[in-house]
């Protein structure tokens, strides 16, 4: 039989604003005794989705009648500008609110929020899962016990392919209308997302950041809609010490975690290693993340969950705090802290990488100074107007035929289109100084490669046509890009490219 935790205490009764990543959080409350009783969204499909998941609720597409329901939290995952005036609606109708990353748009949205939740008395949380995660958890408490010193500098990453979220849903399906691309994915600056690389930092550390410089790298990955590349920038947090926060896309995720003290540093990015000593030159101690004694039996309900655990965590530490217990880390003023952060570094990526204070909205009088700032990024386009309108009727099918070059959520075995022509190529080349379990990756993606020849080939002639149609706008861009990656004119060229691939094939698959 399945633990569960506050099971002596009355269910808490969950509705769900916005069933695409809210979705995710359904499995874990079982655990919890959390009760979803509400959820609402505008996709039918997820609406249908959600409720057969959960056949008792009530579900909605509108939001009125989903506010109107008799629940406790409202757990808001909606689209990400809207997150402060969801949360703050949610407020107002009495419910006590877990609020998806991050917590609002513009410093004014912020100070709205946080009066909001102040006059309400109800209980906000960010739902920020990053830290939780097993490595940051135990830095975590080796820091709180004084083992690291003071600190003094980290790097942490958030850096993950995203690309194909701008033209599909968080579940893969295409955007429509198809001549459309994501409400805010596609067009979202990547400072923005600060949250899971530097709030870890944070928490490790009891520190909030003060001020910051930020950059955007010109050169990004082809076929990306919104052409900006990786975004780094560099926090004062409020002891002194600096963080370089990484986030946006490469050709290379990363996750890094690197933290140095007075006393000692670790570098949990693969493994936790931690370097003793009080000096550059101390032993490397590898260490296995535990639990301690009193989290023990949370952290094995936490580990088969999403994000590391991360999710199980922020459900608990709600719960927890719900039921009169432990305050929960992520309060409106936290929240404000790291959301600041990411609204900071895109203005200042924006203005000449100016270096900008991150206020402290605790503060009335910084509260007072942003009140009216509803500044936001400069968008390259309007998600909903990338098309001009006469060839809206042409372009119905780009949502698709982006899917079609580049699929999101797979891995490097199930990949699609653009990466398995350039996986397979770039493995060809480098085919004879790799070893040999990696050689036999290579060749299973030759093969692939040439079953999938084929239909690729179609969905690059139609993307050429297309591309030629809409001339100047940002889809040819786009389109033009993962052309060339993908060597359109071999792909094309289907037959001798095929003999090309089994002629290889024949030479080294022994």
Same mark, same amino acid.
């Not at 689209?79 to 005036?85: I, M, Y």
């Given at each position: ?15 769900? +604003? ?241 933290? +140095? ?28 993340? !535990? ?62 990488? %100016?270096?900008?204070?991150?206020? @402290? ?74 070893? @040999? ?8 993606? !030759? ?11 179609? %969905?690059?002639?139609? %993307? ?47």
């Amino acid at each position: 039989m399945t633990k569960q935790l506050f099971a002596d205490k009355n269910p808490i009764r969950l509705g769900i +604003w916005g069933l695409g990543r809210g979705s995710n959080f359904s499995r874990l409350c079982q655990f919890l005794n959390i009760e979803i009783v509400a959820g609402c969204d505008y996709n039918d499909w997820m609406r249908e989705k959600f409720l057969k998941n959960n056949p008792n609720a009530f579900v909605t597409a509108n939001d009125e009648e989903f506010l109107r329901q008799d629940f406790d939290v409202a757990l808001v995952a909606t689209f990400f500008p809207d997150h402060a005036r969801h949360s703050i609606r949610a407020l107002n109708a009495g419910k006590h609110v877990l609020c998806e990353v991050t917590s609002f748009f513009t410093p004014a949205q912020g100070v709205e929020l946080i009066e909001a939740v102040e006059k309400s008395c109800k209980i906000y949380n960010l739902l920020e899962n990053y830290p939780y995660m097993a490595p940051n958890r135990n830095l975590r408490r080796l820091w709180r016990e004084g083992f690291f010193g003071d600190f003094m500098y980290a790097e942490f990453d958030y850096n993950h392919d995203c690309r194909p979220l701008g033209w599909t849903y968080i579940d893969g399906v295409p955007v429509q209308p198809g001549y459309t691309v994501h409400n805010w994915r596609s067009v979202q600056a990547s400072h923005y997302y600060a949250t899971h690389s530097l709030g870890p930092v944070m928490l490790i550390t009891g520190l909030r950041p003060v001020q910051i410089t930020a950059y955007m790298a010109e050169p990004h990955l082809p076929g990306l809609l919104k052409a900006t590349g990786l975004a780094p920038s560099l926090i004062k947090m409020s002891n002194g010490g600096i963080v370089r926060n990484l986030v946006g896309g490469g050709t290379g995720d990363t996750h890094a975690k690197r933290i +140095w003290g007075t006393l000692a540093s670790c570098d949990a990015t693969h493994k936790m290693e931690i370097r003793v000593g009080a000096r550059g030159g101390g032993r490397r101690l590898s260490f296995d993340p !535990v639990d301690s004694p009193e989290e023990e039996e949370v952290a094995k309900l936490a580990r088969d969950a999403g994000h590391g655990g991360g999710d199980f965590w922020e459900l608990y530490n709600f719960a927890r705090e719900f039921h009169g217990g432990q305050k929960a880390d992520w309060d409106v003023y936290s929240a404000a802290d790291v959301t600041l952060a990411g609204i900071m570094a895109v203005r200042s990526a924006e203005d000449n990488n %100016a270096t900008l204070e991150i206020p @402290d909205f605790r503060d009335i009088n910084a509260r007072n100074k942003y009140r009216n700032d509803n500044r936001t990024q400069k968008r390259l386009f309007e998600p909903n107007e990338i098309f001009p309108e006469n060839l809206r009727e042409t372009a119905k099918n780009f949502t698709q035929l982006m899917c079609k070059f580049d699929k999101w959520g797979t891995g490097a075995d199930n990949v699609v289109g653009t990466c398995l022509v350039r996986q397979a190529l770039d493995g060809m080349k480098l085919f004879e100084f790799i070893q @040999d379990d990696d050689k036999k990756k290579v060749i299973y993606d !030759v093969k692939r490669l040439v079953d999938a020849l084929p239909e690729f080939a179609e %969905a690059c002639k139609e %993307a050429q046509e297309l591309a030629d149609k809409c001339k100047g706008t940002a889809p040819e861009r786009a389109i033009r890009e993962f052309l060339e990656v993908a060597e359109a004119p071999r792909v094309l060229n289907t037959q001798a490219f095929v003999e090309e691939l089994n002629l290889w094939l024949k030479q080294h698959d022994n």
